[in-house]
């Protein structure tokens, strides 16, 4: 009884070796055609000239441009210089308001 139970064994330890060395060879085409397309994408959006430098990523790209930072610094600081002016002016109009309600007419 031991016997067929042991060959029963030995035919699904060998059974599932052969599975899992397929699946492994199908795992790595898979990997391989990903890496490909990865790379024919690259080419497409970036082109052969900076195709490995960093950052990958377009936005980022984009944001870490010198230009683009001077862009969106020169913007920042008229956004914050705007905010200051209204903050400033609504302070002096609330320093009018106050004044007014302490004259004598």
């Known amino acids: 009884m031991n016997t067929a139970h042991e060959k029963n064994t030995?035919?699904?330890v060998h059974l599932s070796s052969d599975a899992t060395s397929s699946l492994e060879f199908r795992r790595q085409e898979i990997c391989e055609k990903l890496r490909e397309n990865r790379q024919?994408?690259?080419l497409q959006l970036v082109g052969s000239d900076?195709?490995?430098q960093f950052p990958r990523?377009?936005?980022m790209r984009f944001i870490s441009n010198h230009s683009t930072r001077e862009i969106l610094h020169k913007a920042a600081n008229a956004a914050l210089g705007l905010q200051t002016f209204r903050a400033l002016r609504w302070?002096?109009?609330l320093v009018r308001f106050?004044?007014?309600g302490f004259t004598r007419k």
């Open 98 to 100: 106050i004044g007014r």
């Open 40 to 42: 024919a994408l690259a």
């Open 10 to 12: 030995s035919a699904r």
């Open 57 to 59: 990523s377009a936005a």
């Open 91 to 93: 302070g002096l109009g």
């Open 50 to 52: 900076r195709h490995d």
